[in-house]
């Protein structure tokens, strides 16, 4: 089993940046994918990126070169540096690990609210 805690969210002005942490305990050896989801009000959620166990990285179009995924292993974080934030980019983000028997663990969220 895993634990997911997200932080770093906020109010930040178009145009500006801030940068989410995810905190795994537990089960951390056997996470093979963690990523950055996001729901905006009466949205579903999306993938907005993610890392694999060998650092290979993917992102949504809509983040692309705005966003960065990393992880620090001797921290157990991932991180999701966002920069040039938009409006739409509003929504709670939500931290996800699938390990590698398949199973998924989220994190409880945390809320970004970027103004115009």
């Known amino acids: 089993q895993v634990q997911l805690v997200e932080s770093g969210g906020g109010l930040v002005q178009a145009g500006g940046s801030l940068r989410l942490s995810c905190a795994a305990s537990?089960?951390?050896?056997?996470?093979?994918?963690v990523g950055w989801h996001r729901q905006a009000p009466g949205k579903q959620r999306e993938l907005v990126a993610r890392?694999?166990?060998?650092?290979?990285?993917n992102y949504v179009d809509s983040v692309k070169g705005r966003f960065t995924i990393s992880r620090d292993n001797a921290k157990n974080t991932v991180y999701l540096q966002m920069n040039s934030l938009k409006p739409e980019d509003t929504a709670v983000y939500y931290c996800?690990?699938?390990?590698?028997?398949?199973?998924?663990?989220w994190g409880q969220g945390t809320q970004v609210t970027v103004s115009s």
């Open positions: 996800n690990a699938i390990m590698d028997w398949g199973n998924e663990y």
């Open positions: 537990g089960s951390i050896f056997s996470i093979n994918v």
């Open positions: 890392i694999t166990r060998t650092g290979r990285t």
